[in-house]
């Protein structure tokens, strides 16, 4: 189950292929070991998180990791090791309070420490926040690749509650207001760009975006015109806005299901066709939305697996390689 259907930007072509396939090219492609000049993130507060003890799975990150209570200013320190590619214990969390007075926002910051490849992603939640255990294991198995991963909260401490009754939802969305909401993401940027640039490196970042987070991901991406990010990852982008698209400068990469009611297939596929520069659309068949971060069944676990492994490739050939 599960076929994963490829769909290349205006050099358009399409192909279906297994899933057994398309797991078996992928772990072909796996980046090699190599050694970086890493970053470490250095805080007097900030705790290790290390992953407990616990059987293999279909879905191995699906772990539970406990929340930072205090918020902890953090420096760059450079360190060169060898990179493992088991060391995914090796990832270190902290809480941060990034800006000052209202501009404020509260952010989770997952870093590599002995893998660390010296690029940063700023990851943007769907509705449940930043603080939601789905998002916060995938961040964490994105940093268990290397990566130093931002998570900022996009709705300053009233994300939506899954006990909420759904007549209230679009009240709340409305509260969210998109300019506060860009600002906020704009601060999270730059505080990660100014932290990576204190210690000489100008690497550019990656972003991430999960439904909510999905849909902003074009609009950050149209502002910033290449000047911070290099490469972007949407998963099932939400309310997305299509006539931006032509004002990104990056490759970006679109994973949803065919099955998705909130996220056009159509949509995103023009919205790779505006936007050109490599983007690439990827269409798991029978999925519905949410399936690679909140995966609810083994067939689901498989592709969000698959789905890992091709943004995991993304972000390694956009933005390691690059450098």
Not at 29 to 41: A, D, E, I, M, V
Not at 136 to 157: E, I, K, M, S, T
């Amino acid at each position: 189950m599960g076929l994963p259907s490829a769909t290349t930007a205006s050099f358009s072509f399409s192909t279906t292929i297994s899933a057994a396939a398309a797991r078996a090219a992928a772990a072909a492609t796996k980046p090699r070991s190599f050694l970086y000049r890493g970053l470490y993130f250095l805080s007097t507060s900030s705790s290790p998180l290390l992953p407990s003890p616990r059987k293999r799975s279909l879905y191995p990150w699906r772990s539970s990791i406990d929340n930072v209570a205090n918020r902890v200013s953090c420096n760059l320190l450079k360190v060169d090791d060898d990179i493992n590619d088991e060391a995914c214990e090796l990832v270190n969390g902290v809480a941060l309070s990034i800006g000052e007075g209202v501009d404020s926002i509260h952010a989770y910051l997952f870093k590599a420490v002995k893998n660390n490849n010296g690029t940063g992603i700023l990851l943007l939640s769907d509705i449940f926040g930043f603080e939601d255990s789905s998002t916060r294991d995938f961040a964490y198995r994105v940093a268990c690749n290397g990566y130093n991963v931002l998570v900022p909260d996009l709705f300053r401490g009233d994300p939506w509650a899954k006990d909420r009754p759904m007549t209230m939802f679009e009240h709340w969305l409305a509260k969210q207001e998109p300019q506060r909401v860009a600002m906020d993401i704009a601060t999270a940027a730059k505080w990660m760009a100014d932290e990576f640039l204190a210690v000489g490196i100008s690497k550019k970042l990656g972003i991430i975006g999960f439904c909510f987070g999905g849909g902003r991901l074009i609009e950050v991406l149209s502002r910033d015109q290449g000047a911070c990010f290099g490469v972007g990852v949407s998963f099932y982008g939400t309310r997305m806005d299509p006539s931006v698209a032509s004002n990104v400068k990056v490759p970006v990469l679109f994973i949803s299901g065919d099955n998705d009611p909130l996220c056009s297939v159509n949509v995103s596929k023009d919205i790779e066709k505006r936007i050109g520069h490599g983007s690439r659309v990827i269409v798991f068949q029978e999925r519905g939305h949410g399936f690679a971060h909140r995966p609810n069944s083994p067939e689901e676990d498989r592709d969000a697996e698959l789905a890992f492994v091709l943004m995991r490739n993304w972000l390694h050939d956009g933005l390691v390689l690059e450098e």
